[in-house]
């Protein structure tokens, strides 16, 4: 697999799709969407994540961690936002995912790469495009950072909630991720990259909480399992 920066060049053109839309089709819960993809929809529609939640979005469950993906219509089984003539009806605002296809990303310890989805696009002959244009977002370099940090974000969360043993905590994590990061809606007119990290550290704050008070419940735990082997121990003599 070559691994891609935003200023190289990888075979992405594809005429303007010619009417085709099979990437908005038949997609199931694969077009996951990230906190900046919520701030767009929110532009693009006027509409917050319970809005959003009435036709557009669902949830689905991904390593222990909820997030909300593309919902493909009962009927036609294509995005709600794919309009009558096949074409995207919010493509200025469409989501990362769907910037990024025939694109995937790839992160590992020096950041994030880019890498081409093969077969995934049916045009053949497609012409050589910058990634950086084919994305065609502003502050591409923020927007990466962004992108690694949420990366990062998840990983670690979905790591915790494998290792703590209580549904409560996945639970209680679920709720606040949820919330801060999708629920509470985006000011619009504000730089996202602020909001995200204000929330992003809030988020942090109250995780290490919630941690802190799984740990102390085990140990609690532990504890009270010792002094019930022990109070064995001695009804035993
Ligand atoms: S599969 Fe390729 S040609 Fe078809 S809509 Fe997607 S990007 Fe365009
Ligand atoms: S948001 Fe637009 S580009 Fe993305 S799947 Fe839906 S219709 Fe296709």
Not at 55 to 75: A, D, F, H, N, R
Not at 138 to 149: C, G, N, S
Not at 185 to 204: H, L, T
Request: aromatic share 10%.
């Amino acid at each position: 697999m070559q691994l891609l920066s935003a200023n190289d060049m990888a075979k992405l053109g594809c005429g303007e799709c010619g009417g085709c839309s099979a990437c908005c089709r038949g997609m199931g819960q694969s077009i996951l969407l990230d906190p900046y993809d919520l701030f767009l929809l929110q532009k693009a529609t006027g509409l917050h994540f319970g809005g959003l939640m009435q036709e557009k979005l669902e949830l689905c469950v991904e390593e222990g961690l909820i997030l909300p993906t593309l919902k493909m219509q009962s009927g036609t089984d294509a995005c709600g936002f794919l309009n009558g003539e096949g074409r995207c009806s919010i493509h200025p605002y469409r989501p990362g995912l769907c910037r990024l296809f025939p694109l995937g990303r790839k992160y590992d310890e020096e950041g994030l790469h880019y890498f081409l989805l093969e077969d995934a696009c049916e045009i053949r002959n497609r012409t050589k495009v910058k990634i950086r244009k084919w994305l065609g977002l502003p502050a591409l370099v923020q927007y990466e950072r962004f992108l690694t940090v949420w990366h990062e974000l998840r990983i670690s969360l979905q790591e915790q909630i494998e290792k703590q043993p209580a549904d409560s905590f996945a639970q209680e994590i679920n709720v606040k991720f949820l919330e801060l990061f999708y629920q509470k809606p985006y000011a619009e007119e504000e730089d996202f990259y602020e909001q995200f990290e204000e929330r992003r550290e809030e988020f942090m704050y109250l995780f290490m909480c919630s941690m802190r008070s799984a740990n102390r419940s085990e140990a609690n735990a532990g504890q009270k399992q010792q002094s019930n082997n022990e109070e064995t121990g001695i009804k035993k003599q």
